[in-house]
């Protein structure tokens, strides 16, 4: 059996030890540009951790893969070939997980753009609750009834979402009939007062009581009194019953759906 001579040897040897210098240089420099990039959420409050950890992920594997191209070239094997490989591979995954590649780009756009935050109650995606967490793939939402559910984020992105904390103070529209034979003043009279006596509806902005409608069988009045945003329910579903009890110890009459029925003998 003929051994390999000297110069070949030393030749592997050193292609070896050039590979292995690569390898620990490759995987150095991959730790400092996933440092670097993570990094930058930590300098900027308005940057988003998962985001840039994401792109920190993303920084070092292509670093590390360019690092595995050299070692292959170290030692003669042709890399366009790999490449390619590697790019039909990619594409073929591309295709298969498009819609969970969807829901990451829409995750990025979320987190860059950030239209609602942890802790804010959002519309959006068919589900309307408080938002516990935001990923890359999901966003988990807590239902006012305490269900836990978990939406695509390309749903939330590619949709109309409604972020109802957005602002500080909300305005609350709510509509009342009263009948054409009522005394208009007194109910308006009568609403404002009840906003008045509300512990949650604020003075600045003044609430807002006007005639809108003449409808078949009652005026209506939009009602829109104003409140801060944690309180938008508790005005929203407490005032109705108010200005009902107010209405009706004003004398007020509150007109309701009726069918008059005339018999001929």
Sequence with gaps: MELPSMDLMIKYGTNALI?????IIGFWISGIVFRMVSGLSKKHAHLDDTLFNFLGSLAKYAVLAFTVLMVLGRFGIETTSIVA?????????GL?????????????MLIMFRPFKV???VDG????GNVKAISLFTTEFETFDHQH????????WGDNLTNHSHHAVRGVDMTFGVAYSADLDLARKTIMQVLADHPHVLADPAPFVEVETLNSSSVDFIVRPFCNGEHYFDVR?????????????????????HTKVIMEK
């Excluded at 490989?85 to 995954?93: D, E, T």
């Excluded at 498009?98 to 995750?107: D, E, F, K, R, Y």
């Excluded at 005032?239 to 009706?248: F, S, W, Y």
């Design 149 to 156: 559910i978990i939406v695509p984020n390309s749903k939330l």
């Design 85 to 93: 490989l590697i790019g039909a591979a990619g594409l073929a995954i």
């Design 237 to 257: 579903y407490s005032v109705p019953e108010q200005v009902k009890r107010a209405l009706d110890k004003a004398g007020v009459e509150i007109p309701f759906p």
């Design 119 to 121: 802790g804010d109650f």
């Design 125 to 128: 995606g068919g589900v309307f």
């Design 96 to 108: 298969a997980l498009q819609g969970t590649l969807s829901n990451l780009a829409a995750g990025v």
């Design 19 to 23: 590979a292995l210098v690569i390898i």
